[in-house]
């Protein structure tokens, strides 16, 4: 009987960011991250309630399932972790004694656990499950590959680490995906950015996109920063014309121990302590985090020419962690080496459960692969659970919330268009909730462009973060080129452009002399609280055919301003996943100094709402990231 299988579960766990997936005949019916439900982000456990979800949005049973993917080779990766401690013995003895029982579980034993979980959420024929164990970065280069809309691609995957590689270059052709050459641990980019994030005082596989925003204060061009990028070519990587990298490890200690660096030797190759989170931010911090960004864009940018010279393609597919760092996504599109650029959304361990249910569809069972007919096969990455009756009846009923329904959904994006223009900031919740780390129109906090006060409102006021912290505009596709120096796509907020010169105002002469507060509240175009400090924005390009209801919204406030373009950053506090139900939405809305929420049809207005608990305080519920 030959095997033609309908449906896969695809499962990421035990790192970060786990997720659960549902592809059927090809394509992604639904996913989502364990963090949602649970509300510990990042949360990194078996993801039970995402398991749920996917199986329940689609009506499946497990026994239904032709097969569970997971998205890395766990006996490959424990041999990775032996054959690294015996390598740098006896440095790292305790942490090797304290890692044996986990590594155990979740690495010899893993097929016991994945069955037993999976068992727990219900009852199936253990002996007909298929478990199958794609390596990690073709896990990552399946998740890109097989929903871009290309025939064939170089495919370029960049992360911390999987078994043993830490970067690929392959090719992908029709249902084939090939590996043709990879860095391996511990040599890594993206530990190597880690590692500085980390120094900075920020947390490790949370905080790099922390690092990226900090880049552009540091002063381009200056001494300083020209000598901390010495510092970390001639002390910390050697890298090689096609990409590849050495790490000189006298300077890491994330291969044994216990924290990524020794910290003295760092304060004394760099000249500063190491930065606590909750301290200043001092312009040696900035420069700091510009010099390892150059590093990073030259390393990302050498293994893309590599990946176009041995691939010869015209496209590109991105994946792995790094690949959410947009500002080197940007440079990658500057530099024309490809004709076209795919990078998935959901790029890190997420994304992974994703490419394994792909990888097993299309290597494992040999399925034949259908290009997609429209962007991509992700259908705008709105792939997790929507809003039910029943769970806006609950906040209803549990807060007496009061509301405003609108049975004309023209007449809700009129008036919240309105409301955005006076300088209120909305929390805006429709439909199925997005996969991966962005926020692209659906779990969002969106407010005016135009605003000078708005950045600093939304990152002070309402997501309690640090002010530096730059926002992302949401803009109607068709009206891109007019506000930014971009004449491509990017509906997933994986690209970095400047706004056009045209829209920027001058700065002061004296500006480099500046502090970093100074400087970030200097007003740099007619759309400033989009604008970062070097003119840049991470730019979302909003399409009617995927998300109608909010290109309706931004079109609205187009027909009432001028500008086709508003700001959107992520329905969540600092430390928070961002919200998946209704009743997280209106915790988080009553929490902060949001004015109004906006779910599905219905219009809250902060003024109306009965009177919150004094003693509600969301910094006991999230770890602060």
């Known amino acids: 009987m030959s095997l ?18 549902i592809v059927e005949n090809g394509k992604i019916i639904a996913a989502a991250q364990e963090e949602r439900f649970t509300r510990k982000k990042h949360d990194p456990s078996f993801p039970v309630n995402a398991v749920k979800f996917v199986l329940e949005y689609t009506g499946l049973d497990i026994d239904d399932l032709d097969a569970v993917a997971f998205y890395d080779k766990p006996l490959l990766k424990l041999e990775r972790l032996l054959d690294t401690y015996l390598a740098f013995a006896p440095r790292g003895l305790h942490s090797f004694i304290t890692a044996i029982p986990v590594w155990l579980k979740e690495k010899m034993f893993l097929k016991k656990v994945i069955k037993d979980s999976l068992f727990e959420i219900m009852p199936y024929n253990k002996k007909k499950m298929l478990l199958l164990f794609p390596e990690h970065h073709l896990s990552h280069a399946a998740s890109t590959f097989y929903v871009s809309p290309f025939e064939k691609s170089a495919i370029l995957t960049i992360d911390g680490v999987g078994e043993w590689a830490t970067a690929t270059i392959g090719v992908g052709e029709g249902e084939k995906i090939s590996i043709l050459k990879e860095t391996r641990f511990p ?11 980390y120094f900075l005082g920020f947390r490790v596989n949370s905080g790099e996109y922390k690092l990226m925003g900090l880049a552009p204060y540091g002063v381009a061009g200056s001494s300083e920063v020209q000598k901390f990028i ?3 070519n001639n002390n910390l990587v050697l890298i090689k014309p096609d990409g590849s990298l050495q790490l000189n490890m006298e300077y890491f200690d994330f291969a044994t121990g216990l924290k990524m ?18 301290d200043e931010l001092l312009q040696e911090h900035c420069n700091l985090a510009l010099a390892i960004q150059v590093v990073l ?3 990302v940018l050498l293994m893309a020419k590599e990946a ?5 393609c015209e496209n590109l597919c991105l994946a792995g962690g790094v690949a959410l760092n947009c500002v080197a996504n940007g440079k990658i599109h500057d530099s024309k080496l490809f004709k076209n650029i795919f990078i998935t959304p959901p790029s890190g361990d997420a994304g992974g459960s994703i490419g394994a249910a792909l990888a097993a569809y299309h290597i494992y069972f040999e399925q034949k692969r259908e290009i997609p007919s429209g962007q991509d096969g992700l259908n705008g990455a709105f792939l997790g659970p929507g809003i039910s009756e029943s769970d806006l009846n609950r906040v209803f009923q549990k807060y007496s919330a009061k509301a405003e329904y609108f049975d004309d959904f023209n007449k809700l994006a009129k008036k919240t268009a309105e409301i955005i223009a006076s300088g209120k900031v909305v929390g805006w919740v429709q439909g199925r909730m997005e996969f991966g780390p962005r926020a692209l129109g659906s779990r969002s906090i969106i407010g005016d462009p135009r605003n000078p ?3 600093k409102k939304l990152n002070l006021k309402i997501k309690y973060r640090e002010s530096f912290r730059p926002f992302a505009p949401s803009v109607l596709s068709e009206r891109v080129s007019d506000y930014f120096e971009l004449d ?10 400047k706004v056009k010169k045209e829209r920027r105002l001058p700065l002061p002469e004296n500006y480099e002399s500046l502090s970093v507060r100074e400087k970030l509240y200097h007003l740099r175009s007619d759309i400033p609280s989009i604008t970062h400090i070097d003119f840049s924005a991470r730019i979302q390009t909003v399409h009617k055919e995927t998300n109608f209801k909010y290109w309706q919204l931004i079109k609205e406030y187009e027909k009432l301003t001028g500008y086709g373009v508003i700001v959107n950053t992520s329905f969540n506090v600092r430390g928070e996943p961002i919200v998946c139900t209704a009743n997280d939405a209106y915790r988080c809305f009553m929490r902060t100094e949001m004015d109004y929420l906006v779910i599905e049809n219905y219009l809250f207005d902060k003024t109306n709402q009965p009177g919150w608990e004094k003693n509600d305080n969301w910094k006991e519920d999230f770890v602060l990231d």
Do not use: C
């Open 4 to 21: 033609k299988p309908k449906r896969i579960l695809g499962i990421s766990a035990f790192y970060h960011d786990s997720a659960a997936a």
């Open 187 to 197: 040599h890594s980019a993206g530990l190597l950015y880690s590692a500085v994030t």
């Open 230 to 232: 010495e510092i970390i």
């Open 261 to 278: 660096i020794p910290e003295q030797k760092w304060e004394k190759l760099f000249g500063f302590k190491k930065r606590n989170s909750e």
């Open 297 to 299: 864009e030259n390393i």
């Open 308 to 312: 176009q010279i041995i691939t010869e």
């Open 453 to 455: 006060e708005m950045q």
């Open 488 to 497: 491509d796509i990017s509906p997933y907020m994986l690209l970095v452009k």
